[in-house]
Nanobody, 124 residues
């Protein structure tokens, strides 16, 4: 059974930083691409934030380019999202997602596995 568990969320002032972690188990890590998504509130659609493919290539949403960075840890089962210069509009529940494919896209329903989420709240 594949399990993804996020951590690292919290409250931070605008301009601050947080690093989210996602620990995975139950799958062959190197065969999966990964992504971070967020949902900014009830009724809002889930939005793709960052993608990392099996070859290490990355993609970012325009709204976070230059501020967020996705990476894999030295321990193969860990995924990170470094978030710098956080803004009020970054307030959301953040989810990691995994899919058994070399390359991932922005369509959430394509992902096979999801974590439960970690809340990020940015205040002024």
């Amino acid at each position: 059974q594949v399990l993804l568990v996020e951590s690292g969320g919290g409250s931070v002032q605008a301009g601050g930083s947080l690093r989210l972690s996602c620990v995975g188990s139950g799958y062959l890590y190197t065969n999966y691409c990964f992504a971070w998504f967020r949902r900014q509130g009830p009724g809002k659609e889930r939005e793709g934030v960052a993608i990392i493919n099996t070859d290490g290539s990355v993609r970012y949403a325009d709204s976070v380019k230059g501020r967020f960075s996705i990476s894999k840890g030295n321990l193969e089962s860990i995924l990170y999202l470094q978030m710098n210069n956080l803004q009020l509009e970054d307030t959301a529940m953040y989810y990691c997602a995994a899919h058994p494919s070399r390359f991932c896209g922005w369509n959430g329903p394509d992902y096979r596995h999801w974590g439960q989420g970690t809340q990020v709240t940015v205040s002024s």
